[in-house]
């Protein structure tokens, strides 16, 4: 997902790539922290109240903890879909890179997603219940670059979801095909792939922002708290979720850099600022067609 800095951090948690350099040649009109200001408080107004940041009925709903098992293996198989599909969206993203450092920015993203974990100067603390010792150090930090981390097979973030859906009876061929994505979770998939892997830039960034805005917006911690209660269920104490609470301490990590990053953004590229506005709910219309469609499917199963 989606993160507007040339500082690396991790994860499908967010990040896309920097945003705080100047094009070349590219002259900016002078602006004012004032103008800075009025552009935030628009992008609260008419960005950052869209329902799937302030009201994802779906995650919710999940976060109770009410959730059968046929429910969680539904939402597993959807959320594998997205995971694997995202990778296409992130080297695309790569691909389409206007500078060294907005390529090495999105390839840090994408290189640790494949399973190379990332090493930090100075290691932020983290843990992970269900991560042996070994383990949780062959994942890496959770901030710092993968220049200086190892690849291990075992820390692709794929694999670790797949080592849930396995505890609960699904298995490799059941999981991130396209063909078992839902109507909604291929929509989001594409999305991903027209507006946060787009060849224009402020396309990109804003698509990006977005992302980034959604994903720090709580809803790691709404699907940790639904696991935690699920776990306290006999037939779940075991239940491997590190790809879900590893994903929440990234987001709890640089969630409070976003505002520093679009007014990095801001001051150092034309903005339009209407079209990066509209830009940014198409990208969380794509978002939340996905949780959307986890909620009709789990509903209809219900009836």
């Known amino acids: 997902m989606a993160k507007i800095t040339s500082k690396s951090s991790g994860g499908l948690s967010s990040d896309s790539g920097s945003l705080g350099h100047l094009k070349a040649g590219l002259k900016i009109e002078e602006k004012s922290q004032q103008d800075f200001e009025h552009f935030m408080q628009k992008i609260d107004g008419e960005l950052l109240n869209h329902r799937v940041i302030t009201a ?5 709903w999940f976060s109770r903890g009410q959730v059968t098992h046929e429910q969680l293996q539904m939402f597993i198989v959807q959320f594998s879909v997205f995971s694997n599909q995202f990778l296409l969206a992130q080297l695309l993203k790569m691909l389409s890179a206007d500078s060294l450092e907005d390529m090495r920015a999105s390839k840090e993203i994408l290189a640790n997603e494949l399973g190379v974990a990332f090493h930090a100067a100075s290691p932020v603390a983290s843990s992970v219940d269900d991560l042996s010792g070994a383990e949780q150090r062959s994942f890496g930090d959770i901030t710092g670059s993968v220049e200086g981390g190892r690849f291990h097979f075992r820390a692709a973030h794929f694999e670790l979801l797949l080592r849930c859906a ?7 061929q059941q999981l991130g095909k396209r063909h078992h994505g839902t109507q909604g979770t291929l929509f989001f998939c594409d999305e991903l792939k027209r507006l946060y892997a787009s060849d224009d830039y402020q396309t990109a960034a804003a698509a990006s922002f977005a992302v980034e805005n959604w994903a720090a917006a709580g809803f790691w911690q ?10 306290q269920r006999a037939e779940y104490s075991g239940l491997p979720v590190t790809f879900f609470s590893w994903h929440n301490k990234l987001e709890a990590n640089h969630a409070h850099h976003t505002q520093q990053e679009l007014k990095e953004y801001y001051f150092s590229h034309r903005v339009d600022e209407d079209a990066f506005i509209a830009t940014g709910n198409e990208m969380l219309n794509g978002v939340e067609a996905f949780w959307r469609g986890l909620d009709l499917q789990r509903q209809d199963r219900m009836h």
Request: net charge negative; proline share 0%.
């Open 56 to 60: 994802n009925v779906y995650t919710d």
């Open 166 to 172: 396995q505890s609960l009876g699904l298995d490799f």
């Open 222 to 231: 709404q699907l940790e708290d639904g696991f935690s209660l699920l776990k």
